[in-house]
C-alpha cells in the first residue's frame, strides 16, 4: 500500500509558477513510477506528466517544454513544477503510484492521492 499526499496548489495568474509536490509513504517509494494526472470541471482526466523509478519522464504535448517533474527518493516526493502557467491549465491535479515504468494510462497507477486544485487566471 502506498499513500500520496499531494500539495502546493493554488491561485496563479497566467504566465506565473507553481511547483506541486506528491509526497508518499508506505511500501518502498522508490520502486514506483509517479504519473501527474488532472482533471478539468466536466473533462476526464488525463495524462500530464511521468517518471519512472530510473528517471524515465514522458509528458504530455500541451505541457511540454512548461512543466518538469523530478523525484527525491530520499525524500519519497516528486514534484511537478509548471512555468508559464495558462488558463487551460485549470484543474486538480493528482499524482498517482503505479508499476516501474512510465505510462501515461490511468490504469497503469493503482495509487491515488487526492488531489491539488490549480487555477490559472486570465
Known amino acids: 500500500q502506498v499513500q500520496l499526499v499531494e500539495s502546493g496548489g493554488g491561485l496563479v495568474q497566467a504566465g506565473g509558477s507553481l511547483r506541486l509536490s506528491c509526497a508518499a509513504s508506505?511500501?518502498?517509494?522508490?520502486?514506483?513510477?509517479i504519473g501527474w494526472f488532472r482533471q478539468a470541471p466536466g473533462k476526464d482526466r488525463e495524462f500530464v506528466a511521468t517518471i519512472s523509478r530510473t528517471g524515465i519522464r514522458y509528458y504530455a504535448d500541451s505541457v511540454k517544454g512548461r512543466f518538469t517533474t523530478s523525484r527525491d527518493n530520499a525524500k519519497n516526493t516528486v514534484y511537478l513544477q509548471m512555468n508559464s502557467l495558462k488558463p487551460e491549465d485549470t484543474a486538480v491535479y493528482y499524482c498517482?503510484?503505479?508499476?516501474?515504468?512510465?505510462?501515461?494510462?490511468?490504469?497503469?497507477?493503482?495509487?491515488w492521492g487526492q488531489g491539488t486544485q490549480v487555477t490559472v487566471s486570465s
Open positions: 508506505g511500501r518502498t517509494f522508490s520502486n514506483y513510477a
Open positions: 498517482a503510484a503505479g508499476g516501474s515504468s512510465a505510462s501515461i494510462v490511468t490504469q497503469a497507477y493503482a495509487y
